[in-house]
């Protein structure tokens, strides 16, 4: 059984910074792509950050580049998503999402695995 928990959401203004954290609990994830889903009220899914199970290769959606780093902590099985200079449009529940192979990818379809979410609001 796998079970994705993340944390660290909440209302930030317009420019600020918030992290989020998750932890991967039962399966090892050590060789599997993670990453961070976020939809927003109305909106679809959008796969914002992935990073790959082995080494430190990355990807990130053009909306967000520049402002959010995704990170791994593969002996605690978690990840991270520092966000800075936060906009409303960020605002949306996010979710961590784990899959199945090595390589990072920005499809929604590429991940098995979801968690519950975490509200992030950015006030303007």
């Known amino acids: 059984q796998v079970h994705l928990v993340e944390t660290g959401g909440g209302l930030v203004q317009a420019g600020g910074s918030l992290r989020l954290s998750c932890t991967a609990h039962?399966?090892?994830?050590?060789?599997?792509?993670m990453g961070w889903s976020r939809q927003a009220p109305g909106m679809e899914r959008e796969l914002v950050a992935s990073?790959?199970?082995?080494?430190?290769?990355?990807s990130y959606a053009d909306s967000v580049k520049g402002r959010f780093t995704i990170s791994r902590d593969s002996a605690k099985k978690m990840i991270f998503l520092q966000m800075i200079n936060l906009k409303p449009d960020d605002t949306a529940v996010y979710y961590c999402?784990?899959?199945?192979?090595?390589?990072?990818?920005?499809?929604?379809?590429?991940?098995?695995?979801w968690g519950q979410g975490t509200q992030v609001t950015v006030a303007s």
């Open positions: 039962g399966r090892a994830f050590n060789w599997a792509r």
């Open positions: 990073i790959a199970g082995f080494g430190s290769a990355t």
């Open positions: 999402v784990a899959g199945s192979t090595n390589w990072p990818s920005l499809r929604t379809n590429d991940y098995d695995y």
